[in-house]
């Protein structure tokens, strides 16, 4: 299992070489024993306005770098190649060319004319994408980086969730970013680019997927230890399924019979110090609110699937998942871990 998760690992980092080395780590340090399937997408498969504009702007710059890269090795290679020495050219020396005014001109105006139509360029992107104006229609969500994980608060809706972001389709999502520790920076390859979330400040961004589906998102920022495992998904839906699936997430927690002793257990122990379930007693704001957690994907910002087994492995000791995990091991009996879990799989 730890094998299958180091493959999807470097799925995530989409390069060969990062494979290697991690598969070679992995034969050191066996890591988390939980695979999430989903690879990081690129920057070359746009699905928001935002990110077409970057994707344009990209294959604009590629263009003319790649262009200047094959000017500059051709002719490199031609005069490497033309003028080598041959035999007999030992007492011969190529003719000294001192202060030629057109060489001098072309080599200082031609760069400098493709500096600047770059930085034109750059910035009619950059003004583009970040003073776009939210329509009557936008949905607004306030989005707040954690060690390690995302917090998702739609004042509107009245909901409030983590790492897994809902927005309808046919409308953009205008978001306001802040931290509750360190910087950190919000990333959705396809819909957006990275925009930093920093303390004490709020940053924009906004998206508007054109297709239904999920998109892959990632920290950003170097953040401290568990940096690399602080992804994100957003889902986008047609406008009818977001807004039954904001009806649900409205909803208390459910209150099944059969999980009572789990969820006593919940309000007797710490869990409740740093978890808010709706309905219940439980109404910590430190880590994610668990009111409806089982209609979300993956636990622990994306570091393991959204199962039975997770729970118990995440919560008997997190750090067999996320090392440096805030959340503590609760150092609790395994029975009720069990009864925990239980509860916790009927919170839909
Ligand atoms: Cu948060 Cu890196």
Redesign the pocket.
Known sequence: MWLAGRVWWCGVRERAASCALGLLASLIVPTCAFAVPGNIPSIFDPHSPPAYSIHTLSVLVLGITAAIFVIVAGLLTYSIVRFRARPGDEDREPPQVYGSNQIELAWTVVPTLIVFVLFLVTTRTLIAIENAVPPENALHVRVI?H??WWEFRYPEQGVVTANELHVPLGRPTFLTLESAD?V??FWIPQLNGKTDVIPNRVNRMWFEPSVAGTYLGQ??????TQ?AR?MLRVVAHDPAEFETWVAGQREPAAAVASATTGRDLFQSVACMNCHRIGGTVADGAFGPDLTHLMTRETIAAGAAPNTADALHAWITNPDTIKPGALMPAMKLADNDVKEIVAYLTTLK
Do not use: D, N, R, T
Request: aromatic residues 14%; negative net charge.
């Open positions: 980086g060690q390690w360190v950190h920076s920290c950003a920022e170097y953040c401290g940096h602080m």
